[in-house]
């Protein structure tokens, strides 16, 4: 139970980002520009900072598929330290050799 919820949670994370990706690249944009008028910038900073906390990138957590935990996830396989070694004892994945 307590898994499913940590993987919807990132799952949610993970479609704020997105949604809020295009405006927030176009706000940096702005910002970063010195063409632009400083009323402009000034805006453009103050819409960027008015954005969610959820929408940034580093709100984002590697989870493990099977249990949720947010440490210690390998990128390779979405799953964490002790499920893939449970695993790799069980010969369930390929190419993966454990020890004890």
């Known amino acids: 139970m307590k898994a499913s919820i940590a993987i919807r949670t990132e799952k949610l994370k993970r479609i704020y980002y997105i949604k809020a990706e295009l405006k927030r690249s176009i706000l940096k944009s702005l910002i970063l520009n010195n063409n632009t008028k400083n009323v402009n910038r ?59």
Request: glycine share 6%.
């Open 42 to 100: 000034l805006y453009a900073n103050i819409s960027l900072r008015s954005l969610p906390k959820r929408t940034a990138i580093a709100k984002q957590h590697k989870v493990c598929l099977l249990t949720g935990r947010q440490r210690g996830a390998y990128n390779k396989f979405n799953l964490s330290r002790h499920t893939l070694k449970k695993l790799g004892l069980e010969n369930r994945l390929q190419n993966i050799k454990t020890q004890s």
